[in-house]
């Protein structure tokens, strides 16, 4: 199965930035809808954006504007930039990875993204 860890959380000040990252040890990563999801405390896993093989991008209306979503195929690596941050993006932020193949979904361990001044 994939394998997928993140990096870059943390603690920054509302209105900072933050850049996340999810490294896949899969060798077909181009083949992978790739995605960011988060989980604040009590409530529901939420899709934060996602991107496709062929690079088109989707996201949350509560991001939109602030994210963005990329990847880099050469390294395996799927990034979330996120600018303009709000106490409300406080949470535990998961990459995702489906094989467009199969459909086999993978998750990464989750990383906490803590805003608060």
């Known amino acids: 199965?994939?394998?997928l860890v993140e990096s870059g959380g943390g603690l920054?000040?509302?209105?900072?930035s933050l850049r996340l990252s999810c490294i896949a040890s899969s060798s077909i990563f181009s083949?992978?809808?790739m995605g960011w999801y988060r989980q604040a405390p009590g409530k529901q896993r939420e899709l934060v954006a996602i991107i496709?093989?062929?690079g088109s991008t989707n996201y949350a209306d509560s991001v939109k504007g602030r994210f963005t979503i990329s990847r880099d195929n050469?390294?395996?690596?799927?990034?979330?930039q996120m600018n303009s941050l709000k106490p409300e993006d406080t949470a535990v932020y998961f990459c995702n990875?489906?094989?467009?193949?199969?459909?086999?979904?993978a998750?990464?361990?989750?990383?906490?993204?803590?805003?608060?001044?």
């Open 52 to 54: 496709t093989p062929g």
């Open 12 to 16: 920054v000040q509302p209105g900072g």
């Open 97 to 105: 990875a489906r094989d467009s193949r199969t459909s086999i979904t």
């Open 74 to 80: 050469a390294k395996n690596t799927v990034s979330l």
């Open 31 to 33: 083949m992978f809808f």
């Open 107 to 117: 998750w990464g361990q989750g990383i906490q993204v803590t805003v608060s001044s």
């Open 1 to 3: 199965q994939v394998q």
